[in-house]
């Protein structure tokens, strides 16, 4: 069993910064590739970012490469989203995800790869 919990979120003007952090307490988190999705209101929950149970391997949302960044430390069971030059369309409920990965390389882009999720965390963009 895993237990995620996002923390991060809130409003900020369109052109700012957000980041989002998601902890993880139980089986070894440093087994574990991660994720993070959204949801919009209305919308499908959406890949945004994963990576692999090292962090050696990163994968991102054309949405959003060149404006966010995923990173783990494993020391402390923590993967971030570093949300820059954030848009009106990102606003959506964020989740972090959290499955056991295969290989140390290996990351999961679709929601049913994930056996984990945290509660969500709102992220609001105004323009």
């Known amino acids: 069993q895993v237990q995620l919990v996002e923390s991060g979120g809130g409003l900020v003007q369109a052109g700012g910064s957000l980041r989002l952090s998601c902890t993880a307490s139980g089986r070894t988190f440093s087994t574990n590739a991660m994720g993070w999705f959204r949801q919009a209101p209305g919308k499908e929950r959406e890949f945004v970012a994963a990576i692999s149970s090292i962090g050696g391997n990163t994968y991102y949302a054309d949405s959003v490469k060149g404006r966010f960044t995923v990173s783990r430390d494993n020391a402390k069971n923590t993967v971030t989203l570093q949300m820059n030059s954030l848009k009106p369309e990102d606003t959506a409920v964020y989740y972090c995800?959290?499955?056991?990965?295969?290989?140390?390389?290996?990351?999961?882009?679709?929601?049913?790869?994930?056996?984990?999720w945290g509660q969500g965390t709102q992220v609001t963009v105004s323009s």
């Open positions: 995800a959290a499955d056991f990965a295969l290989g140390s390389g290996d990351y999961y882009t679709e929601a049913y790869e994930y056996d984990y």
